[in-house]
């Protein structure tokens, strides 16, 4: 990565602080090995694979809290210019608009500025990502049932922030030299998602024709 473009994902552009492994446990090693994938230059298709032997759980909370935090900075890097005078609404050109829902403020589907939606959206992963009883870090404490259910609704979620990024911001990451970074980024998303079936394709059709051009 140049000198600039690590000034532009650097630790303070993070939209939020980031969630750690904690050394020495057996997601700290999958975490290591992942990025030693990635960083290896390898085939983004193999490096999403389960590795063999390895408990699925485990893999896919190593990547939701890794794709957190990566999303984190790409949307930390264009937020000053997605304010609610630009962006009114949440969405992804004319045709998507994504509404916010949660089991406490806002009970139906309520139309946001993109800003706002994306506010309560890292508060509601983070809170997810930060209970033991749903992302348990330590050694012999289960998963709870629905956990690969928890994040399928994670990544959907975080996919709209692709969406919109690409959709309405991209200039600005094409102005700081980081599309490749931003491309990358969402190549390896995009195949652990569909490699482990973690996203309905539905929630793909916004970026479909970018996807078919970069994910052939």
Known sequence: MSIALKQVFNKDKTFRPKRKFEPGTQRFELHKKAQASLNSGVDLRAAVQLPH?????DWVAVHVVDFF?????????VCEFCTEKSCPVMSGGPRYEYRWQDDNKYKKPTALP????????MDWIEVQINNEDIFPTSIGIPFPKNFIQICKKILCRLFRVFVHVYIHHFDRIILMGAEAHV???YKHFYYFGTELNLIDRKELEPLKEMTSRMCH
Do not use: F, H
């Not at 032997?53 to 759980?57: A, I, K, P, S, V």
């Not at 935090?69 to 890097?77: A, V």
């Not at 993109?114 to 959206?121: K, S, T």
């Open 53 to 57: 032997g390895e408990d699925l759980n």
């Open 69 to 77: 935090n990566r999303i984190n900075l790409i949307y930390g890097t």
């Open 114 to 121: 993109a800003p706002q939606y994306m506010n309560l959206l």
């Open 183 to 185: 491309n990358t980024c």
